[in-house]
């Protein structure tokens, strides 16, 4: 045993350990909710992801864009800019938003907070408004001019649903399976 471990395990053994300084606070846990569940969009484009939170810092809902059910991601078409407007994604695809507060597990999302990676266009606005969520935040706001987005804080605005924008206090949140050091953790008791 080197001094290292040494000093590790009379610390463990005296009780002496001291919280953990690095963990990921409130909002980098549901932005990053978020972004892993974008991870599992087939959109060639933008990969969107929602996390819905309850006033308990609960996960309620969790979702990403991507086809209906039932609608295969091999089928349907993942184009925009097509010569028959039926070969569109945006004609079949679910909004990250709407699936998230579709997929919710608890009776209603009221005063709820939902967490996206973009901020919401007009009918993902709609949703939110209607399912009574009443706080949004979001990463990036880069479609933020076009009019369906400004209709969307148009309608914030008028029915007093919070909105601001994350500015991630970190660059990465890693999760690297190939060197999660088990041995190095203390053991439950
Ligand atoms: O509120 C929103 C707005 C857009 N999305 C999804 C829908 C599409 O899959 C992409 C946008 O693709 P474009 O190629 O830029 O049209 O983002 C969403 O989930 N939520
Ligand atoms: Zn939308």
């Keep these: 045993m080197d001094l290292a471990e040494l000093t590790e395990n009379m610390s463990l053994s005296s009780g002496s350990q001291t919280k953990r300084e690095d963990y990921i606070d409130w909002t980098e846990y549901f932005m990053a909710t978020a972004f892993l569940a974008a991870k599992r969009s087939k959109d ?27 609608c295969s991601d091999e089928e349907f078409p993942w184009g925009k800019n097509t010569s028959s407007p039926l070969d569109n994604k945006h004609m079949y695809v679910c909004h990250a938003e709407m699936n998230a507060i579709l997929n919710k597990n608890s009776a ?31 990463l990036s706001d880069e479609k ?27 660059d990465k ?12 953790m203390s053991p439950c008791k």
Excluded: H
């Design 144 to 170: 933020g001019k076009k009019p369906i987005y400004q209709a969307s804080k148009r309608m914030f605005d008028a029915t007093g649903v919070k909105y601001w924008q994350y500015k991630p206090k970190r």
């Design 44 to 70: 060639p484009s933008y990969q969107v992801g929602a996390c819905v939170v309850n006033r308990e810092n609960k996960i309620v809902g969790v979702g990403y864009n991507g086809m209906p059910t039932g």
């Design 108 to 138: 209603d999302v009221k005063n709820c907070t939902i967490y996206v990676g973009l901020f919401p266009c007009n009918e993902c606005a709609k949703i939110i408004i209607q399912s009574g969520i009443t706080e949004v935040v979001y």
């Design 173 to 184: 949140i890693v999760i690297d399976f190939s060197n999660i050091e088990w041995d190095k």
